[in-house]
C-alpha cells in the first residue's frame, strides 16, 4: 500500500525557518516524482515543485522559485520542504504528492498545516 | 503562461448527471487529470490522461478532452460526490504543473 506520511502541524514566527516533511512507502522513491502543493485557507490548489529522488531533479515553480527548497533523502525515503524566513503569507496547508509519472499525482499525503502569526 | 479556468460552481439534482468543465487554450492537445477533494481532505485522483479512471474509482466518473474544453462526467450523483473538483496539466512548454480554479459541486 502506497503511503506518504507528512509531518506535524507548525506554529512559527515570520522570520522564523522551517522544514517539513513527507516520509514515502509501498513504492519505488527512487523511480517516483515527490512534490509539494499549497492550499491557503478557502482556496484553491497552488503547484510549489517536485523531484525525482533517483537523480535529484527539481523542477520549481517560478511563483515559489527563491522562496522554498524541495529536496528529498532517497536513504530514508523522505521528500523536505524548507523555508530559510517564513512570512505570515505562507500560512497554509502543505500537501506533498507522488507522481510515477511528472505529469499527474496519483497519491497525496494527509497535508501539513503551516501557521506563520506573531 | 498556461491557463486552466473552471466555473466555480455547479449544483445538480441527486441522480441526475453532472458536468464539470476545463478551459484552457488547445486543450485538447494536453493530458488532462481530475482531482476531487472533499471537506477536511487531501484530493483523490479521478480521473488521470483525459478518461482513465485509477482503480477504485467508480464507472461514474468519467471524462473527456477535445478543443478547447476538458470535462469531467459525474453520472447518478451521490450526496456523497459533493467536493471540490480540480482539473489539471502538466504544461510542456514551461515545464510546470498547472490546476484549475476549482469547481464546487453541489448536491441538492
Known amino acids: 500500500e502506497v503511503q506518504l506520511v507528512q509531518s506535524g502541524a507548525e506554529v512559527k514566527k515570520p522570520g522564523e525557518s522551517l522544514k517539513i516533511s513527507c516520509k514515502g512507502s509501498g513504492y519505488s522513491f527512487t523511480k517516483s516524482w515527490i512534490g509539494w502543493v499549497r492550499q491557503m485557507p478557502g482556496k484553491g490548489l497552488e503547484w510549489m515543485g517536485i523531484?525525482?529522488?533517483?537523480?535529484?531533479?527539481?523542477r520549481i515553480s517560478p511563483s515559489f522559485q527563491g522562496q522554498v527548497t524541495i529536496s528529498a533523502d532517497k536513504s530514508i525515503s523522505t521528500a523536505y520542504l524548507q523555508w530559510s524566513s517564513l512570512k505570515a503569507s505562507d500560512t497554509a496547508m502543505y500537501c506533498c504528492?507522488?507522481?510515477?509519472?511528472?505529469?499527474?499525482?496519483?497519491?497525496w499525503g494527509q497535508g501539513t498545516l503551516v501557521t506563520v502569526s506573531s | 503562461s498556461y491557463v486552466l479556468t473552471q466555473a466555480p460552481s455547479v449544483s445538480v439534482a441527486p441522480g441526475q448527471t453532472a458536468r464539470i468543465s476545463c478551459g484552457g487554450n488547445n486543450i485538447g492537445s494536453k493530458s488532462v487529470h481530475w482531482y476531487q477533494q472533499k471537506p477536511g481532505q487531501a484530493p483523490v485522483l479521478v480521473v488521470c490522461a483525459d478518461s482513465d479512471r485509477p482503480s477504485g474509482i467508480p464507472e461514474r466518473f468519467s471524462g473527456s478532452n477535445s478543443g478547447s474544453t476538458a470535462t469531467l462526467t459525474i453520472s447518478r450523483v451521490e450526496a456523497g460526490d459533493e467536493a471540490d473538483y480540480y482539473c489539471q496539466v502538466w504544461d510542456t512548454n514551461s515545464d510546470r504543473c498547472v490546476f484549475g480554479g476549482g469547481t464546487k459541486l453541489t448536491v441538492l
Open positions: 523531484i525525482y529522488p533517483g537523480d535529484s531533479d527539481t
Open positions: 504528492v507522488m507522481g510515477t509519472t511528472l505529469d499527474y499525482f496519483d497519491y
